[in-house]
């Protein structure tokens, strides 16, 4: 096995999880029929076509605004075909959002961060009494981390739920990837995150099906203070979704209920 099978075989997803694709087609179905029930309201934060966030109401109390930020590896997937992890976080505040952004290589890695970071600050503008809770999956567990750097936004946010999030970006750009991303040297070192780092309170969420190299950014991220590595058995990268949304009544709660969660 070469040096780029091996991390193709903890990255590329498309040949890794049987059904992959049928997970897409769910995750579309699933938001669609979530959008069909609901008024989603869509407001832009920029110029570009995918600088947008949408939100609905939820029943949940209003000091509390849940934020859907999706995956795709920086470079694919769409905040429409995940709205339905929106409904999972519908008791958890009084209103939900959703976060689309800019995809690499059209843009650096700088910029969907800065897109993050601007998604977030304009629903913090648009609903001043409500904390954010970040809720991310893959690179956009990355994405909402790296916006915690913005002290401004890390006040305003009660805590993040990170699913099967992507921390360390080296090993990233020795994969399949780094054919559609590029990553430069200083992408790497600027965006790799840390665990020990100030920070809102984490829950780290892997699955036990998941590659060695999600663990083990789970296990290493957790390791920081306000932070928990939380377990779901049977889940992989993409199942995760659903079997993280089964739980969120208890994840969101150890966000609410402690500013350190454990356990």
């Not at 407001?43 to 939100?55: D, F, K, L, P």
Request: charged share 20%; glycine share 8%.
């Amino acid at each position: 096995m070469t040096d780029r099978d091996f991390w193709d075989s903890q990255y590329r997803f498309s040949r890794i999880i049987p059904g992959f694709e049928d997970a897409l087609r769910t995750m579309a179905s699933q938001s669609a029929d979530f959008a069909e029930n609901v008024r989603l309201i869509r407001s832009e934060y920029g110029t570009h076509s995918r600088q947008w966030v949408e939100w609905t109401g939820g029943t949940g109390p209003e000091d509390v605004l849940p934020v859907v930020l999706h995956g795709g590896y920086w470079r694919a997937l769409e905040a429409e075909t995940h709205r339905f992890l929106m409904r999972p976080l519908r008791p958890h505040g009084a209103v939900v959002a959703n976060v689309e952004y800019r995809l690499m290589p059209d843009i650096r890695l700088a910029d969907v961060v800065a897109d993050a970071k601007a998604a977030l600050h304009h629903l913090a503008a648009e609903f001043p009494e409500a904390q954010l809770l970040p809720v991310g999956h893959s690179a956009g567990a990355h994405l909402a981390l790296c916006a915690m750097a913005d002290s401004s936004l890390a006040t305003r946010t009660r805590g993040i739920i990170a699913l099967s999030g992507v921390y360390d970006l080296a090993p990233v750009a020795r994969s399949f990837l780094q054919d559609e991303i590029h990553l430069t040297t200083q992408e790497i070192k600027e965006f790799s995150l840390e665990a020990g780092i100030p920070r809102p309170p984490v829950i780290y969420v892997n699955g036990s099906e998941e590659t060695h190299e999600f663990l083990r950014g789970g296990a290493l991220m957790s390791g920081g203070s306000k932070a928990v590595w939380h377990r779901i058995a049977g889940a992989d990268h993409m199942s995760i979704t659903w079997m993280a949304a089964a739980e969120m009544t208890m994840l969101v709660s150890k966000i609410l209920v402690t500013e350190s969660p454990s356990g």
